[in-house]
């Protein structure tokens, strides 16, 4: 439930940020997501990924491009929303080789490159986890309006709480759309085929 209302939280903070005008969903819009296109959330990073090669948004440039934030301890939602993207992807047939899921951590700390490399690829090979320095994760989740904090646990173990949406870009690296955890393969694979073939 927690997870769910900081989704709401950033989605809403999101919408004050950019004007609502911006992210509203429009009864004219093909997608199932929300579209944001022209708005001015998120933008590029400079991260690396597991096998500590630099990585940027523009690396990706030709492919729709799904980033989504979560970390390897996440116990339902960052796990549920991965299969999503696996099963959208496996949708697409052949046009599944030009979408690239993107898993940025928010947990660091524990996220070592070895572990995003056993675990986010687990989902699909295609899938790549990102990592960074605290200071470099701090400033994509500022960039892309991602709400992230860590909640302590009892026991000296914690949990991180976090926004669950997805950002997608078109294949010219412009954001489109904001997927909300939850939304069916279908609908996914519906919104991203639209964007390949647009």
Known sequence: MRFALAAAAALAAAVLLAGCDKLLPNAHSPFNAVDVTGSPLAGDFHLVDADGKPRSLA????KVVVVTFGYTHCPDVCPTTLADFAAARKKLGAEASRVQVLFVTVDPQRD???????????FDPSFIGLRGELPAIDKVTRDFHVYANRREGSTGAYTVD???????FDPAGKLRLVIGYGMEPEKIASDLRLLLNA
Not at 112 to 122: D, G, I, M, N, S
Not at 162 to 168: I, K, L, M, R, T
């Open 162 to 168: 976090h926004s669950a949406q997805s950002f997608v």
């Open 112 to 122: 070592t490159a070895e572990l995003l490399r056993q675990y986010v690829p687990a």
């Open 59 to 62: 690396d990706f440039r030709g």
